[in-house]
């Protein structure tokens, strides 16, 4: 090695300076349509700094079923069987506000026996919506069991809900001035005509007891656990005020402070005869959202033991023509579903089938505002946030 | 015989095959454990019909049509990089097998600084995850990688800082030593001072099965694999075989990884009230009762709790587990000097 003692070299080799930039890209994460925790076919196409999202943009419309337009070419009676897959997990409680909405352009009102039993099963299919959140938001947080304590406590549900319609998820149920006779009831040699299966009511009373015991082992297992809080709490704070501006409905609202439920302030089905609370949360985070469904599924027990010891005798449908048609004219009626306000606009023009049939589902506003919420959120929060929030793709893209 | 048994390579291919077949038992019976206790904790059955009763070949059934699927490697994944990860995660896992003492001189190689060499060679799986991870060209992959790294630097510090207390108290770094050092608890002498080191190092245990948790990449610390987020972390586009070999690592890992933490804490293959001579057969039962208390744990927390996110793992280990982990070897060490 030799020392240099050139003047020229010692200040050029003073000048030099190393200048290294490392460029970091950032990445663009499609998260979706096919992935684990997006209830189905949503897509979220975030730009992320390493863990961190800064713009996160929902992809929708994988799963447009076009069922507007569909109800348009269909009669009345066969819209029935289109409404109740549009929030497949919560199939009965879509076909009661249609069948009000044409009823109340009838000028027709379904019998009260006929109101009892669409209220009874309108809230097990809360109960069993909200169950599979239950099950699903813990597994989004890495927390495998609870999933079998809820899906077990729905399968009760389910099975009640099948011993009167016939089936577990798209009943097809409701008819325009009433509900249908049960099926697999009575017997045709003899002509008798049952509509609610035997027992059926004492077996409810005893499975509205179960998962009234659920629902506690269920706060027990996830709202015991340290974890779960810290995965929840602060997380995704949804204001009322924003939640507001947004369409936002339902438990997702109430969780945010707003005491607003349809069944209160509706009278579409006979809930002003029950007594029972609507459940709101204090700061809107995940976790308020999270407990404000638990919340409901005991609200939704009582009201439905309830309903069972007061069930009226009578008639199950009101008189219809053997063609409906319905009465030019246009209404709205909105329920108060497990995802939130349930409406349809129904412009009839004195035709067999609807005019028109605008679709108002809740987990479409429900998710309207991710975009607002996921900015600046770390991976785990996208998907913590996006859990509670449960929506159902079919109930986004309709 | 005497003759053959000492010359250097056919005890070296004795051990080797040792090793070599213990591991996929191990694995195996970890992996079945894993399935039927998840199942018993979620009113399930689990495997039923594989081997005809209680289902216990459906790992085996499970290998073998791991072994007939297509062995895919994504287009723009690094090969070589890609084909050797799975391996090198499986190294990790047999040269820690090497160090565990099964009865007094049971043991594969008997090292001075069996500790040292278990903490330094039980990180070696990681650099095979990273490698996965950045390999594989997924987002989701090299998220996962990513994490698994930063997981091992977090967490490898409070393992060692656990075990320093053992070693200050044992005197030795050699895992048979420790083990004789927690022997001697109610022998006919009476008090003999030894005692298995999960008494008074209480603290360095649950720092330790805590980070050996998050080593793991078991729940509540799986965020490399996060299958609710990162579709399957870094395991995302491994099939077949190499999946096979992640997955044998895995339930393998956990099974040594419980073998240095009872050797260590739980007096290892030693028992009070067993004479030494019996301690030559009885000692690997022994060892592996103890190994079977720690995985049941492990697979308890799996199905029990939901798992952290990254930050709040780095927030543990940072700022509660290593204080607590240096504090603690500042008390063992004073109780030393003192007693």
């Given amino acids: ?398 | 015989m005497e003759a053959l048994l000492d010359n250097f390579w056919v005890v070296l291919l004795g051990k080797v095959l040792i090793v070599a077949g213990l591991i996929p038992v191990a694995g195996l019976a970890v992996g079945f454990a894993e399935l039927k206790l998840s199942a018993k904790m979620q009113n399930r059955i689990g495997p039923y019909f594989a081997g005809g009763r209680w289902g216990w070949a459906q790992l085996l059934a499970d290998g073998i049509k791991f072994f007939q699927k297509e062995d895919l490697i994504p287009e723009d994944a690094d090969e070589p990089v890609f084909k050797f990860a799975p391996a090198l995660v499986l190294l990790g896992t047999v040269a820690l097998f090497v160090v565990v003492p099964f009865g007094p001189g049971l043991i594969v190689q008997d090292l001075d600084i069996g500790i040292f060499y278990a903490l330094a060679i039980s990180s070696i799986s990681t650099i095979g995850v990273l490698m996965a991870g950045w390999s594989s060209a997924n987002k989701y992959s090299l998220i996962g990688g990513l994490r698994a790294a930063g997981q091992l630097i977090a967490y490898e510090l409070p393992l060692v800082l656990a075990t320093v207390g053992v070693v200050v108290m044992a005197g030795t770094m050699s895992l048979d030593g420790i083990v004789q050092a927690q022997a001697g608890w109610f022998s006919e002498t009476g008090w003999t001072g030894g005692m298995p080191f999960v008494i008074p190092q209480l603290i360095g245990f649950v720092i330790f099965f805590i980070a050996a948790l998050a080593e793991l990449t078991r729940t509540p610390f799986d965020m490399p694999i996060a299958e609710s987020e990162l579709v399957m972390g870094y395991l995302t586009e491994y099939s077949g075989f190499r999946f096979l070999f992640f997955f044998l690592a895995e339930f393998a890992n956990m099974f040594t990884l419980s073998a240095i933490a009872a050797t260590l804490f739980l007096g290892g293959y030693w028992a009070p009230f067993i004479p030494d001579d019996v301690l030559m057969w009885a000692g690997p039962i022994i060892l592996i009762s103890k190994v079977a208390v720690l995985v049941f744990v492990i697979i308890w927390f799996r199905w029990t709790f939901p798992r952290f996110r990254e930050d709040q793992l780095q927030t543990l280990a940072w700022k509660f587990l290593i204080p607590l982990a240096l504090a603690n070897i500042i008390g063992t060490a004073i109780l030393k000097v003192m007693i």
């Fill in chain 1, 1 to 398: 090695m030799t020392i240099t003692t050139d003047p020229d070299v010692i200040r050029h080799l003073s000048e030099v300076s190393v200048s290294v930039e490392i460029e970091t890209a950032d990445m663009t994460l499609n998260i979706g349509p096919q992935h684990p925790s997006t209830h189905g076919v949503l897509r979220l196409v975030a730009k992320v700094d390493g863990e961190r999202a800064y713009d996160v943009q929902p992809v929708i419309g994988y799963m447009h079923r076009g069922y507007e337009k569909l109800a348009e070419v269909r009669t009345y009676p066969q819209v029935t069987a289109l409404v109740n897959r549009i929030d497949w997990v919560s199939g009965f409680a879509n076909e009661v506000p249609f069948m009000v909405a044409a009823e109340r352009l009838m000028e027709i009102e379904a019998p009260e026996r006929a109101q009892y039993i669409r209220l009874i099963l309108s809230e097990m299919a809360r109960i069993s919506s909200h169950l599979v959140f239950m099950a699903s938001y813990p597994l989004e947080l890495g927390a495998a069991t609870p999933l079998f304590f809820a899906l077990r406590e729905r399968e009760r549900v389910l099975d009640l809900i099948e011993s009167v319609t016939g089936g577990r998820f798209h009943p097809n149920f409701n008819r325009i001035g009433g509900v249908k006779p049960a099926a697999g009831s009575g017997s045709t040699q003899r002509k008798v005509v049952q509509d609610l299966p035997k027992g059926f009511l004492s077996e409810t009373r005893t499975a509205m007891d179960e998962v009234l015991h659920a629902a506690d082992q269920l706060e027990d297992l996830v709202a015991g656990n340290e974890i779960i809080l810290a995965r929840t709490k602060r997380i995704g704070v949804l204001p009322p005020e924003m939640a507001a501006a947004y369409g936002v409905s339902g438990p997702n609202l109430r969780a945010s402070g707003v005491r607003y439920d349809i069944r209160k302030t509706d009278d579409y089905l006979p809930y002003d005869k029950f007594d029972f609370e609507v459940p709101v949360g204090e700061n809107g985070d995940c976790w308020d959202r999270w407990y404000v469904r638990l919340a409901e599924i005991r609200e939704s027990a009582k009201i439905i033991q309830q309903a069972v010891d007061g069930i009226p005798s009578g008639p199950l449908q009101a008189k219809v023509p053997k063609l409906i048609k319905v009465p030019a004219g246009e209404t709205y009626v909105a329920a108060e579903n497990p995802k939130g306000e349930m409406g349809y606009y129904l412009v009839s023009d004195g035709g067999q089938g609807p005019y028109r049939l605008k679709i108002r589902s809740a987990s479409f506003s429900n998710i309207s505002f991710l975009p607002w919420i996921l900015e600046g959120a770390l991976v785990p929060d996208i998907i913590a946030i996006m859990g509670s929030l449960d929506f159902v793709l079919g109930d986004v893209d309709r």
